[in-house]
Each structure stands twice: as C-alpha cells, then as structure tokens.
C-alpha cells in the first residue's frame, strides 16, 4: 500500500471516531437531560409542547390507572349498555385526577381512549359497546 493510501485510510477512521463520539455523548445529554426533568414535572417529548407527554410518563400513569379503573367499572356497572356512560364519565373523572396527581396536561380525548384500552384489556364489554359509550360521554 502506498503512504497516501494509508493517510488517507487514517483520517477516514479519526474523522469516524470522532463524529461518534460527538453522536453518543450528545444523546447522552439528552437522556440525562430528561431525566432530570422527568421529575413529576410536564415533560414534553423533543421539546414540544407541555401537551405531548413524554412516553415515559404516559407509561407510568397508565401503569397507575388501569387497575383503578377496572376496578372502578366492575363496582359501578352492572353490565347494562344504557348504565355504561355514566359509569364511563366516573372512569374519566378518575383518570382525569390522576394525571393531574402526575402533572400531566391530558385532553379528554385522550383520556378516553386511556379508559378504552384499559377496559379492553379487562374484556369489561365488548369493543363496539365500550367506543359506543365512549361516543355519548362528553
């Protein structure tokens, strides 16, 4: 190989290194960053608005609500679909308060579909039913 080719190849690697380095330790930051602010705050995901929480959050306060809401259902409802809307308004309600509890900023709209998942995934009702309600709760 001749001495330039070698050179060559050399820079190509450092240039290499160090635009991943400056990669990796940037991400680092911002992972840092966002935990740091994670703290029960609003946390916006890539520095949106408040009105996106980040997943992390979300994760977490629908990990607290879904028993709370199951629970809820299965005590107030008695399995007729007329009953379903006011039962369904409770459950927002709950959900509503909770995530005030948590510092996150949540519309309505996606409290109901919070409250749709979480009651198809205790198989409360069948799906039809449950976004029917869900259609009559304001």
Same mark, same amino acid.
């Given at each position: 190989?001749?001495?330039?080719?070698?050179?060559?190849?050399?820079?190509?690697?450092?240039?290499?290194?160090?635009?991943?380095?400056?990669?990796?330790?940037?991400?680092?930051?911002?992972?840092?960053?966002?935990?740091?602010?994670? *703290?029960?705050?609003?946390?916006?995901? *890539?520095?949106?608005?408040?009105?996106?929480?980040?997943?992390?959050?979300?994760?977490k306060?629908?990990?607290?609500?879904?028993?709370?809401?199951?629970?809820?259902?299965?005590?107030?409802?008695?399995?007729?679909?007329?009953?379903?809307?006011?039962?369904?308004?409770?459950?927002?309600?709950?959900?509503?308060?909770?995530?005030?509890?948590? *510092?996150?900023a949540?519309?309505?709209?996606?409290?109901?579909?919070?409250?749709?998942?979480?009651?198809?995934?205790h198989?409360?009702?069948? *799906?039809?039913?449950?976004?029917?309600?869900?259609q009559?709760?304001?």
């Amino acid at each position: 190989m001749s001495k330039n080719l070698v050179v060559w190849i050399a820079c190509v690697v450092a240039a290499d290194i160090v635009v991943t380095v400056f990669f990796v330790l940037r991400y680092l930051a911002r992972q840092k960053a966002n935990l740091a602010t994670s *703290g029960g705050a609003a946390v916006a995901i *890539g520095g949106a608005s408040a009105a996106i929480p980040s997943f992390l959050a979300l994760r977490k306060f629908t990990d607290a609500i879904h028993p709370r809401i199951g629970e809820l259902v299965r005590s107030s409802w008695s399995g007729d679909a007329d009953s379903l809307p006011s039962v369904l308004t409770m459950a927002l309600d709950e959900a509503q308060r909770e995530a005030q509890a948590q *510092g996150l900023a949540l519309d309505r709209d996606l409290l109901k579909k919070v409250v749709e998942v979480s009651l198809a995934k205790h198989h409360v009702t069948k *799906g039809a039913v449950l976004r029917e309600a869900l259609q009559k709760v304001a």
